[in-house]
C-alpha cells in the first residue's frame, strides 16, 4: 500500500483506476557496499515486481536522491520511469544555512512492465 497522498502533487500515481490500496511503496532499499555489483539490486527489484503481481497491485513507486545516479540507473533499467523530481528547501527544513541542493527523484512502474521484466529474467 502507498502512502503517497491520493490529492496534491501525487495525482499521477492514482491515474487510470490506481488507488492507495493497488500501488506499493518500495521504501529504503539498500545494498551493502560490499556485496554491490553481484546484481543484488536487481534480485531485490525483481521480488518487489513478483510481490507486486502476486497482491494486486497496478503501479509500483519509490523515491531515491538524484545524487544516487547507480539506483536510478537501476530503477530505469528495471522498467521505471521518472515522473518528477523534487528539490527539498532545506533552509525551511533545517533552518538558514549554506547546505547542499537535496533533489528527490520520483519513479514509477506499471506492474504490467513488472510481468515483462520477471518473465525474461
Partial sequence: ??????????????????????VCEL???????DYRGKR???RLCQQVDQWAIANGMKRIALSTLMV??????LYRSMGYRL?????????????EGTWDRVTVAHFIK????????????
Avoid: F, W
Fill in 40 to 42: 543484488l539490486g536487481q
Fill in 83 to 95: 515522473r518528477k523530481e523534487t528539490e527539498i528547501p532545506l533552509n525551511d527544513v533545517l533552518g
Fill in 27 to 33: 521504501v529504503r532499499m539498500s545494498v551493502h557496499k
Fill in 110 to 121: 506499471e506492474v504490467s512492465a513488472a510481468v515483462k521484466i520477471s518473465d525474461h529474467s
Fill in 1 to 22: 500500500m502507498s502512502t503517497y497522498p491520493k490529492e496534491g502533487d501525487h495525482e499521477d500515481v492514482y491515474d487510470s483506476g490506481c488507488s492507495p490500496a493497488n
Fill in 68 to 73: 544516487m545516479e547507480p539506483a536510478r540507473a
